[in-house]
């Protein structure tokens, strides 16, 4: 997921990083609020997100490069 705001990218980030791991032999598992999910599902409950500068400003957010 992309993003243009740094404390929405470290929240989110931070939530995936702080999760519960259980490692069984048949595979890794993760809990979210009592849970347990496999880790094929981590990428879509729990996306990357990667900070994106200026997403929200168009193509030249540099207003004086317009002239």
């Known amino acids: 997921m992309k993003t243009d705001k740094i404390a929405v990218m470290l ?3 931070q939530e995936r990083q702080n999760l519960h791991w259980r490692i069984t032999p048949k595979g ?3 809990e ?3 849970l347990w999910y496999d880790e094929s599902f981590l990428e879509q409950m729990f996306p990357k997100y990667e900070l ?3 997403m929200s400003k168009g193509e030249n957010p540099d207003s004086k490069s317009l002239k």
Do not use: A, D, Q, S
């Open 11 to 13: 929240k989110k980030n």
């Open 28 to 30: 890794n598992l993760f």
């Open 32 to 34: 979210v609020k009592g």
């Open 52 to 54: 994106c500068k200026y």
